[in-house]
């Protein structure tokens, strides 16, 4: 039984589910805990990524953490009560897993954690909490990149339980690369050719001060005197803007846009976001995903954090981690143009250890063998 509830996990699981109908003795089911609800931050995932529709949706929708992750296990507690899976598996770190993994663990149904792992080291972040506690009570901890493993060992958790495997998100882009050329975005805002750059914003500690949002966003205000800046806003965002009154941007609604300006958006589709971030002279973000995406796409990444728990996109792909601060944020981006300008980008992209695009066989190959080790048990166990 695999778990989805917020956009990230879609492109993690997608592949996986794809790889489990290719074997006829696994039955997956799939869930939807609708934590993430809109089209463009839900069902636009399953039909561009070719996920069936959920067997399940739980439909628990927004709410504080707590309200939202205690409606999820109380709804997901009586599902796994009746329809009793084999395993569960949850994906990344957002409330849905943890409510998920901990619901399996107090049913004794053993829990697959992928993308674990992952530390940023900074419990301000709801989701590092969420990965700490998911990994402590996950028995199989699929992992994207070595500097997990090395943090999983430093927590004490058992070698034997850890299978360093690659990168899920990277088998979706891999599948999606050659149809995300067809989006037809790119032409509509009439940057075919041209140089732009795309901003996501949605963490809390960057979008829910008004303070800090009204300043980042007169920051990159500047950068977009100097180069398109296009920006799918999550809805979070975007009602935080909408609240504060911000003028810094323009809206887009549809059409060519200037040479310049920040232009705000709806949020993109993973189609349309992999062929803007493929072909964008720079991203700026706060997302954990769009690191890594831009890492294996060769595309120079500025993540507006303080911290990154994907330390490899930094040792080995393009992101700079230029922290918090919105002056910092736009010397950093001036200096990527300017290196764009003379034409000093173009780096081969880098590809960490195993993201390869065939991470879901090398999960389902695991699970083979565990699941039939344990029937070997089993059946040693059965009286004589
Ligand atoms: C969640 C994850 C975050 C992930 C992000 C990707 C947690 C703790 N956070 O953050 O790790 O990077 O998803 O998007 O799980 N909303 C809508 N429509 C939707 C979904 C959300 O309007 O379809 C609004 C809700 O009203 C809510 C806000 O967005 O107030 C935040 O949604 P929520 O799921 O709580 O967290 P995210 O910020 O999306």
Known sequence: MSIVGARPNMMKVAPLLAEFRRHEDIEPVLVHTGQHYDYSMSQVFFDQLGVPPPDYNLDVGSGTHYAQTAEIMRKFGELVQQDRPDMVVVAGDVNSTIACALVAAKERIPVAHLEAGLRSFDRNMPEEINRVLTDALADLLFTTEESANRNLANEG???????????LMIDSLVNALKVARQSCLRSELGLEGKPY???????????DNEDQLRRTLDAIGKLAQHIPVVFPAHPRTARNIEAAGLTAMKTWNGGSISNSGLWMMPPASYLDFLDLTQQAAMVITDSGGVQEETTFLGVPCLTY???TERPVTVS????????????????????????????????????????????????VQILTEVW?????????????
């Open 157 to 167: 958790v058992d070698p034997g339980k850890v299978f360093f495997v690659g990168n």
């Open 197 to 207: 750059a795309v901003l996501t914003l949605h963490r809390p500690s960057n979008v």
């Open 305 to 307: 954090r303080e911290t």
């Open 316 to 363: 080995m792909g393009t992101n700079l981690v230029v922290g918090c601060d919105p002056e910092n944020l736009l010397r950093h981006a001036l200096e990527v143009l300017g290196q764009a300008r003379d034409g000093h980008t173009g780096s081969t992209p880098a590809r960490p250890p195993l993201w390869d695009g065939r991470t879901s066989s090398r999960i």
């Open 372 to 384: 039939e080790a344990d029937l070997a048990c089993a059946g040693e166990r059965e009286p004589r």
